[in-house]
């Protein structure tokens, strides 16, 4: 009995470790949930965690709490912005009612 092996990109390798290593999830609940060998799972989070330690640049790929903790960010940002415009506006109104 012959068995194909199935290829997978680094980037989805790196995705799936991540969500392994920094999200705390279970290397056997990801490679159920995806239909992975546990081995080939552990296997990946292995060599992603001697990547990271090697000091490598931030991946490509962002797992869903970085997703929110970059939403959240952004909708402050927001948020900020507008107060900011708002008063800028008010000024501008009053030096403008100045001049009249």
Known sequence: MFILAKHYDQEFKDYVSKLVVEEGRKASEVSYELELSPKTVSRWVKEYRAI???????????????????????EKELEQLKEENEILKKAMHIFTKNQA
């Open 52 to 74: 990271k330690n090697g000091g490598k640049s931030e991946e490509a790929y962002i797992t869903p709490s970085d997703l929110e903790k970059l939403k959240k960010q952004h």
